[in-house]
């Protein structure tokens, strides 16, 4: 823990929302871990015990409270860790990593062995890889039956069980109770072909702004944004996966009537990619941020102090799908933000896969980095590109679809910027841009930027980069501020 206990308890007398999802205190005469927002009556000091995670807390013998639902709790941002490799991993787990393979594939990732990633992540959380992804596999099957309808036997499918029996079992070790009996417990909504998921977040959000960025890029076909809620046709798997293999259908994401929430509603045909899916809807929508404890950083620097103050709650746009956000800034290059979309739209028309949605302007699903990189430079040059743009388009393609590069949250950020900068077309500024949305790298920075040397009156790279090197590890979020600070995002 990086609190010592009285720093901690002090939190959970305040019920400060500022730790929820930070830590979670076991309370040793209920045998229950809850959040520091529990509405219940604070335990004496001495009855608390306190956990970094959840499965820190299950692994201790605790179960979930059932008041303060620690399924529900916010995650953490990558930054948040000592270690990068164990947090690294630890966002990889919970977007499904060993739901599809072994402990071994995943340690390959980080260029380590599995026993020194499960040494790692143990020092880290206190918990085995494997441990940690049996605790969020079963809040998310808790979150569920719950709060939906779907049968018993496609939750523990959908919540990443390979079987019936291997949930069954483990729901009743760690939590004393069976599924069946839980689901009479709560009252649950009826699912009329879709799941509803409510995904908290720490305040504030600026969402009225997050959701004009989201819009103001939305590939036609593919995003769309109106009334407040962002639609989108999803395409989520891996076609080599016999087990659950490759899955089509849409999700709608508003605010919820419930406070500091979104509703994500799914449709029934996404239930078995649910975990890589809410994964993906947490990157694009920051919702792991610490919006107070970055203000506040950033906010002791006078260059941003009022910048800061007047745009409380801003977020960090992620991407959902790694390639396309890096296809759409390949396609921003040199030109307006409405020019750019107008080509991505024509893209997934010519090679996006049709989909059914309830939006009729809802039909096509991102084009796969496979697909394009089938494609000639000639047959995208058709669709309003350049020569060069068109190959580097293709390069980029080519070199995700082969596996040389993944475009998703806790890989090697600074190693994959350099590979992005050795494909024709892509320089440091398109890199950075790159690991800033797609790799949710907190510190990107693009300091070349004409809206950076506006906002900040300064004509000189080198001079920008040494103003902004105090502002480090949230360079990114701070890139944002000076964006919207001109009244409008930057164009890309």
């Known amino acids: 823990m990086l609190f ?93 990593a060993l739901n599809e393979a072994g402990i071994d594939d995943l340690a390959a990732e980080f260029g380590v062995s599995s026993r020194q990633l499960r040494r790692v992540v143990k020092r880290e959380l206190g918990v085995t890889p494997t441990e940690f992804a049996q605790t969020q596999r079963l809040l998310l099957a808790k979150h569920l039956l719950t709060d939906s309808a779907l049968p018993v036997i496609e939750i ?52 009225t702004l997050l959701l004009q960025f989201l819009a103001d890029r939305a590939i036609p076909g593919v995003e769309l944004v109106e009334a407040s809620r962002y639609w989108r046709a999803v395409k989520i798997g891996q076609s080599g996966d016999q087990s659950v293999g490759q899955s089509t259908g849409w999700i709608n994401i508003e605010r919820s009537e419930r406070e500091n929430a979104l ?68 396609l921003g290059q040199q030109i307006s933000v409405a020019a750019a979309r107008t080509i991505a739209g024509r893209i997934t028309e010519a090679f996006g896969e049709p989909i059914e949605t309830p939006k009729p302007k809802l039909n096509r699903v991102s084009v796969s980095a496979a697909r394009l990189a089938r494609a000639g430079v000639a047959d995208l040059t ?4 350049t020569g060069k743009r068109a190959e580097c388009l293709v390069a980029l393609a080519r070199t995700v679809a082969e596996g040389e590069v993944r475009l998703e949250p806790g890989v090697d950020v600074e190693a994959t910027i350099e590979r992005l900068k050795q494909l024709p077309g892509i320089g440091d500024w398109t890199a950075q841009y790159i690991a800033m949305r797609a790799m949710r790298w907190p510190d990107a920075f693009l300091h070349s930027d004409l809206g950076v040397r506006k906002a900040l009156g300064e004509t000189s790279s080198k001079r920008i980069l040494e103003i902004a090197e105090s502002w480090r590890p949230w360079r990114a979020y701070a890139l944002m501020h000076l964006w919207n600070s001109l009244g409008q995002m930057q164009k890309q």
Request: net charge positive; charged share 20%.
């Open 4 to 96: 010592d206990h009285n720093s901690c308890y002090q939190a959970l007398v305040t019920h400060d929302p500022r730790f929820d999802g930070v830590l979670f205190v076991g309370v040793t005469t209920t045998g229950v871990y809850c959040r520091p927002v529990c509405p219940a009556r604070t335990p004496r000091r001495d009855r608390c015990r306190f956990f970094a995670n959840a499965a820190a807390a299950e692994n201790a013998g605790f179960r979930p409270c059932l008041r303060c639902r620690p399924e529900l709790a916010p995650g953490n941002a990558i930054i948040d860790s000592a270690n990068r490799i164990a947090s690294s991993a630890a966002q990889r787990i919970e977007a499904g």
């Open 263 to 330: 509703r994500v509603e799914v449709s029934i045909s996404l239930a078995r990619r649910l975990t890589p899916l809410l994964a993906r809807v947490k990157n694009l929508f920051d919702l792991n941020a610490h919006p107070q404890l970055i203000e506040a950083w950033l906010g002791r620097h006078e260059r941003l102090r009022e910048i800061v103050k007047r745009q409380s709650g801003l977020r960090l746009p992620g991407a959902f799908d790694g390639f396309e956000m890096a296809m759409r800034a390949v």
């Open 382 to 385: 058709r669709l309003g590109l």
């Open 156 to 207: 523990a499918f959908a919540s990443g069980f390979s079987s019936v029996r291997q949930f069954n079992a483990l729901f009743r070790e760690r939590y004393g109770l069976s599924p069946t009996a839980l689901r009479r417990s709560q009252n649950s909504q009826s699912t009329n072909g879709t799941l509803t998921i409510e995904l908290n977040y720490r305040p504030p959000m600026a969402w």
